[in-house]
């Protein structure tokens, strides 16, 4: 009796990282920290944050967290050119909000003085 053999190969795809909930609209003051949160379906899933169409790197200012699955967005100190969509996006989808800094009016550190003409 011959013996016989088979083979099969086996690929497992991951399911994809979907979006729970999603970014809000943030509006901040000018040197203020603003904070976007959003919660994908998956721990530890691998997500990508846009400024735009570009992708945001960690700085002094801006912070990126993962804690289970919920992802944060942190910029701290909010400057005018960070007025801009944000974006997180997933293996399952993304979500976009919007970032409004509001400039921080002039202050005045001298008084009025009358002037006599």
């Known amino acids: 009796v011959e013996s016989l053999k088979s083979a099969a190969t086996l ?22 920290t603003a904070t976007f949160i959003c919660d994908v379906s998956k721990e530890n899933a691998k997500v990508k944050w846009l400024k735009g169409e570009l992708e945001v790197k960690p700085s002094d200012r801006i912070v990126m967290k993962a804690v289970g699955k919920t992802h944060t967005l942190t910029i701290q100190k909010a400057e005018l050119t ?13 979500t976009t909000a919007n970032l409004t800094v509001i400039k921080i009016p002039p202050e005045f550190s001298l008084g009025v003085k009358d002037v006599k003409v």
């Not at 979006?19 to 809000?24: D, G, V, Y």
């Not at 974006?87 to 993304?94: E, K, N, P, R, W």
């Open 11 to 32: 690929l497992v795809k991951e399911a994809p990282a979907e979006i729970m909930s999603p970014l809000k609209d943030q509006t901040v003051m000018e040197e203020e």
């Open 82 to 94: 960070d007025q801009s969509p944000f974006s997180l996006v997933a293996t399952g989808g993304q």
